[in-house]
C-alpha cells in the first residue's frame, strides 16, 4: 500500500507490524574489498554475514506471515497420502481454478518436468522472455528458445504498462514457419524476471489464447510472479482498476492449460509445482513425479513448507501481500530516477534495475558491465545485487559469449523484509557510486563453469579497480562505513 503524505509525497506504507528480526552488519569498505575478491567478484559467492542488505533476490527471502508460521506446526509428514498435501492442493483449487496438483522441490523442477515431457529434440518454445534455468532445461531437451517480445521489452526507459507482453504477429509467424507439432508449447512468463519483472496484460494473454487453441497448442504460465503480474494488470490495464487479485488470478488461470511456478516467490515459500485441470497433460507429467521429485503428495519438499505455502497461495491474493514489494520497488526508482541514476522504468515487480549499459557507458559488453556493476555496489555499500546481464547468459557451442539483450543489475526488494530507510541507504550510495562511476572497471572470468555459469563462476577486475574503489569511499566516508 502507498499512502499521501501531507507535502504531496506518496509513500509506500507497511500493512503489517515485525515482530521477528534477523541481526546484519555493515561490514567496513577494506572488509567489503577483501569479501569481494574471495568470492571471485560474483555476488552469489559471499557469504551473508559480509552482507548488510541483500537485495540479491526475492527467492525464498520474503518475510513469512504469522499465519503460515503457524501453518506449518501442523505438518502431516506422512510419505504417502499426507493431509498437508490436500490442503495445499484445496488451495491451489480455490485460487488457480485448477483441479489437479504436481508438487515440486522448487520452480526449475517443474520446468524439467515439462522440458521431459513436452520438449522433444527439434522443438521451439516461444516465450515472452527467458528465465535462466528454464532456457537450461528446455534446451538440455533439445528445444530451442524463441523469445518474441515486443520492440518495447528491450526499451529500459520506457513508459509502455506492460513490456512483458509477446509479440503476437512474431507468434503467428512462428506458428506458420514450424507447425504446432514442433511447438512444445507456448511459456507466458507472469512478470518477465529478465526484463525487470515486467508484467504482460490479460488483453496480450487473450490474444495468445485465441491464437493457440485454434492450433492446439498449450498455453503454459510461468507463475511465480503471478500476483505481481495480476497487481501491475489491476493498476495499469482499463476495466481491471475494481476486480480482485483473486479475481484477475482466476481470469489468468482460464486462459492457461497449466500453470507452473517457483514457491519461492510469490507464495513466499521454498517449494514450486505444476497444476493443471487437463487430465491429459497431468497424466503423462505424473509418472516422472516419483522419479525426479518425490512421491505424488509432497514432491521433494518438506510437509511444513508444504502447509506454509497452501497459506501463502491465499494470501498472495491479499492486495497489500502482492503489492507489498511493487510500491517499495517503484519507490525506489522513482527517487534513483529523481537523482539521475540509470533504472528501468516503468518499476517491475521484483525489484529496482539498475541500467548496466548506461550506468557504465564507458565498458564494452565484452567486460560484463552489470556484473563490474553489482560488485561495485557491494564494494561502495555491503549491498548485494544479482548480474542479470552477458554473465547469466552461457556461452554458444563455438565457446563464444552470448551477449544477453540487456545489462542489468537487479537489486531485489523481497517482501516485507526491508524498510524504507534500508531504501534509502541504497538510494544514497548507488547514487555516490554514479557520480563516481568512472572508477569502475571490467570483469573477466577465470574460472567458468559450463552452465549457468552465473551461479559458480569467478571473475576478476581489469586493472585494481576494486581496491581503488574502496579507498575513494573509505576517503569520503571514512575508515568505518
Ligand atoms: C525463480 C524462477 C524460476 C525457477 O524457480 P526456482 O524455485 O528458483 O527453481 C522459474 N521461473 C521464474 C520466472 C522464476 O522467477
Known sequence: MSVLLSDGRTIP???HKIRIVQKVRLPPAAERLRAMEEAGYNTFLLRTRDIFIDMLTDSGTNAMSDNQLAAMMQADDAYAGSESFYRLADAVREVFGYEYLLPTHQGRAAEHLLAKVFVKPGDVVPMNYHFTTTKAHFELAGGKVLEIFTPEALQTQSECPFKG??????LDETIARYGPERISFVRMEATTNLLGGQ????????AVKQR???AGIPLVVDGSLISEN???IRQREPGYENKSIREIIREMMALADICYLSGRKSCAVRGGFIATSNREYFDRIRPWLPVYEGFFTYGGMSSKEIEAMAVGVREMTELEVAGSSAEFVRYFVERLEAIGVPVVTPPGGLACHLDATRFLDHLPQAQYP???LAAAVYIGSGIRGMERGTVSMDRDQ???DVMSDLELLRLAVPRRVFTMSQIEYAVDRVGWLHRNRALVGGLEFYEEPPVLRFFAGKLKP???????????????????C
Open 13 to 15: 506504507i507497511e500493512t
Open 165 to 170: 507482453n509477446l509479440d503476437l504477429g512474431r
Open 199 to 206: 508484467p504482460f496484460s490479460m488483453e496480450n494473454l487473450r
Open 212 to 214: 493457440l487453441e485454434g
Open 230 to 232: 495480476a497487481y501491475f
Open 370 to 372: 552489470a556484473g563490474a
Open 398 to 400: 563455438e565457446g563464444r
Open 462 to 480: 581489469l586493472g585494481d579497480w576494486g581496491a581503488r574503489l574502496a579507498e575513494a569511499f573509505a576517503r569520503e566516508f571514512g575508515p568505518a
